[in-house]
């Protein structure tokens, strides 16, 4: 091509491209909702149009099959009556016709009637778009609060992203009082018309709550609450709890992996708190094929542990497991440069040398520990830090990886086809951990790789064996 051939074959195509765009045609309004996905079962995805669009022309015709689907039928009579009339009321105000509007008036018609309560008409009107939280953002607890819901907004808008129907968060202050928090969860219910609460941080907290919201049916989960008898209250309230079986099989899968061929010594405490760790984790030692030399059990009160520690160690266990309270683990590790030098200790939350002295830090120099924490793992570790930076300008923290998990469950469970508070709380059973534990306190499990976090005592202080979210 010849030298001054170049520009002008240049401008030919600069015009060409201009002239493409102007006769592109223009994105159709609503475009972006037409491009996001829809719940999976029939039902959910029409009621997902009516929800985000209930003025367009189509609502008509998607209220009147939206009241024929299957789902519907199967609903309690209260909720199944309260569906469609509010179905039928959308679809008339979209300016329904002929057929379609001479069904939607019958059954309006045949349905007004019936003495409905005024809170079931605003939850079939909200669905599960609504999401109440209840939390404290004030007081003492504020910076837990907070980043909790911030890690819950990125599962809102990893969702809102991709997804249909548009979920928004209700937030209300506890203030960490937990009449407060069950007033302020009394006006989710009952004035907002809320079918899912979040909330609270602590057991005693949560309490009220539950009550609150199984009295009208609600689903109610609490990012750290820990008591199994909080599943009493109802059965649809969750709980995103690390278990005893949970903690004691990453406990197992580290002992097989650095001792494959020792076998371990375990202490017990005799609480009930700590027999049950040592059932959960002999259980999990014979599952994973790793030895126990021995277990000796010491009272909650004693003082004196050499002989215990001794005894395990002339069994020739290679490692030391710690399943007792912070006083006693204390006590152990002051105990172990005489009674068992240079042992390797594994345990759990008691170990933390925050709670200990400078002697039983020394001694503990080494030990590996698990906390009640989730970590992520992987990829999705990598989206969540990511995305969390980029939108508070901060790492997370382990709240923020419990919103984050908390948010994932009810989002899934939307995803998915629940349609109200009932179908909710059988896609959140769906998720519980596939144990007797699991399902007694009702504990859900990660729907992305996550595990309990680990720790390694070196210099006096716990280490991240891996690349972990901040305290708190």
């Known amino acids: 091509m010849r030298a001054d051939a170049r520009p002008a074959a240049g401008a030919l195509l600069f015009l060409g491209l201009c002239w493409t765009l102007v006769l592109a045609p223009a994105r159709p309004a609503g475009s972006e909702m037409a491009e996001k996905r829809y719940p999976l079962s029939k039902a959910a995805e029409l009621k997902a149009k009516l929800l985000d669009r209930p003025s367009t022309p189509e609502a008509a015709s998607w209220a009147t099959e939206y009241v024929t689907q299957p789902e519907i039928d199967r609903l309690d009579p209260v909720a199944r009556a309260a569906e469609r009339i509010w179905a039928a009321r959308v679809g008339l105000a979209a300016g329904a016709r002929g057929a379609e509007q001479k069904k939607l008036r019958q059954i309006l018609s045949h349905l007004e009637e019936c003495p409905l309560d005024s809170l079931a008409l605003r939850r079939a009107g909200s669905g599960l778009v609504r999401i109440g939280v209840v939390i404290p953002l004030t007081g003492r607890f504020d910076r837990y609060g907070k980043t909790f819901v911030q890690g819950l907004r990125v599962a809102m808008e990893e969702h809102n992203r991709e997804w249909a129907p548009n979920l928004t968060l209700i937030l209300h202050d506890s203030e960490g009082d937990p009449l407060v928090g069950a007033r302020k969860a009394r006006w989710l219910l009952r004035d907002h018309g809320v079918s899912v609460i979040i909330g609270e941080l602590f057991s005693a907290n949560t309490a009220p709550l539950a009550a609150a919201s199984q009295v009208v049916g609600a689903v109610l989960i609490s990012p750290s609450a820990t008591n199994e008898r909080l599943a009493i209250l109802g059965d649809a309230v969750f709980q995103l709890h690390l278990g005893n079986g949970v903690l004691a099989q990453a406990l197992t899968r580290v002992l097989a992996k650095e001792m494959p061929k020792s076998s371990v010594g375990v202490l017990v405490a005799g609480t009930p708190d700590d027999s049950a760790r040592a059932v959960a984790l002999l259980s999990s030692c014979k599952a994973a094929g790793v030895e126990v030399a021995g277990t000796e059990v010491v009272p909650e009160n004693a003082v004196d542990l050499t002989r215990a520690i001794s005894s395990l160690r002339g069994k020739h266990a290679g490692a030391l497991v710690l399943l007792t309270p912070p006083r006693l683990a204390g006590i152990a590790a002051a105990q172990l440069p005489t009674a068992w030098p240079k042992a390797r200790v594994f345990g759990f939350d008691a170990l933390d040398p925050a709670g200990l002295?400078?002697?039983?830090?020394?001694?503990?120099?080494?030990?590996?520990?698990?906390?009640?924490?989730?970590?992520?793992?992987?990829?999705?570790?990598?989206?969540?830090?990511?995305?969390?930076?980029?939108?508070?300008?901060?790492?997370?923290?382990?709240?923020?990886?419990?919103?984050?998990?908390?948010?994932?469950?009810?989002?899934?469970?939307?995803?998915?086809?629940?349609?109200?508070?009932?179908?909710?709380?059988?896609?959140?059973?769906?998720?519980?951990?596939?144990?007797?534990?699991?399902?007694?306190?009702?504990?859900?499990?990660?729907?992305?790789p996550a595990e309990p976090e680990r720790f390694a005592i070196q210099s006096g202080k716990a280490v991240p064996v891996s690349q972990n979210p901040l305290s708190p």
């Open 357 to 448: 002295n400078g002697e039983a830090r020394a001694a503990l120099e080494g030990a590996t520990y698990f906390a009640t924490d989730y970590v992520l793992t992987g990829a999705p570790r990598d989206s969540f830090e990511t995305r969390y930076r980029r939108s508070f300008g901060d790492s997370p923290t382990r709240m923020s990886v419990r919103g984050y998990l908390v948010g994932l469950s009810v989002t899934r469970g939307i995803e998915r086809g629940s349609l109200n508070a009932s179908m909710l709380r059988e896609a959140l059973r769906a998720q519980l951990y596939d144990s007797d534990e699991g399902r007694a306190l009702r504990a859900l499990r990660p729907l992305v």
